[in-house]
């Protein structure tokens, strides 16, 4: 099996964003503080690589709590039933990156595959273009499902970060036996 390597993923412009609607049946809406454990739970059930710890929102998002209202979101059924989330962040100052960020994207395992992320991507990425000029995102090896995705809406391997050559033969490799995606590069 193949290693779960970090990459990174740079989407040099934010014009000509794919327009993808929520599908029928859910709604999208600014996450509160009142949500932290919601999006805890929904990651926790998602996330197959990391440990989803209750400190981890704040942690991730706890020096600009003022700013989730904006920039965190909870896709929902139309009853409330919250069952994904993404976020149009933006990098610390020490990253030295203007970039805005795609951070924390997951979707219930039971609604996966139903064109959540899709359209909160297209979402998140609409709204990072009121404040950025491009974006990027952290992902790894193992997500090639969410790496599709990412290639679909114009990101490109960040060659720069440490084992991107091993990491990015890795991914191609992965989208051949998959069929999913001729190789881009």
């Given at each position: 099996?193949?290693?779960?390597?970090?990459?990174?993923?740079?989407?040099?412009?934010?014009?000509?964003?794919?327009?993808?609607?929520?599908?029928?049946?859910?709604?999208?809406?600014?996450?509160?503080?009142?949500?932290?454990?919601?999006?805890?739970?929904?990651?926790?059930?998602?996330e197959?690589?990391?440990?989803?710890?209750?400190?981890?929102?704040?942690?991730?998002?706890?020096?600009?709590?003022?700013?989730?209202?904006?920039?965190?979101?909870?896709?929902?059924?139309?009853?409330?039933?919250?069952?994904?989330?993404?976020?149009?962040?933006?990098?610390?100052?020490?990253?030295?990156?203007?970039?805005?960020?795609?951070?924390?994207?997951?979707?219930?395992?039971?609604?996966?595959?139903?064109?959540?992320?899709?359209?909160?991507?297209?979402?998140?990425?609409?709204?990072?273009?009121?404040?950025?000029d491009?974006?990027?995102?952290?992902?790894?090896?193992?997500?090639?499902?969410?790496?599709?995705?990412?290639?679909?809406f114009?990101?490109?391997?960040?060659?720069?970060?440490?084992?991107?050559?091993?990491?990015?033969?890795?991914?191609?490799d992965?989208?051949?036996?998959?069929?999913?995606?001729?190789?881009?590069?």
């Amino acid at each position: 099996m193949p290693e779960n390597i970090d990459v990174r993923m740079i989407r040099a412009h934010l014009r000509d964003i794919p327009l993808v609607p929520i599908p029928d049946g859910f709604r999208i809406r600014p996450m509160t503080e009142a949500d932290i454990p919601l999006w805890t739970d929904i990651e926790r059930d998602a996330e197959p690589f990391v440990e989803i710890t209750d400190d981890l929102f704040l942690k991730e998002f706890g020096d600009d709590l003022a700013a989730i209202r904006d920039r965190c979101y909870l896709i929902e059924t139309t009853d409330g039933h919250a069952v994904s989330t993404i976020s149009a962040w933006y990098n610390r100052a020490e990253t030295n990156l203007p970039a805005g960020r795609i951070h924390w994207v997951a979707t219930r395992r039971a609604y996966q595959r139903r064109g959540l992320a899709r359209a909160g991507l297209s979402y998140a990425l609409h709204r990072l273009s009121q404040w950025h000029d491009s974006a990027m995102l952290a992902t790894s090896t193992g997500r090639i499902g969410a790496i599709q995705l990412y290639l679909d809406f114009g990101f490109a391997p960040d060659l720069t970060t440490n084992r991107a050559t091993e990491a990015w033969m890795q991914v191609r490799d992965s989208l051949v036996k998959s069929n999913v995606s001729p190789w881009p590069w």
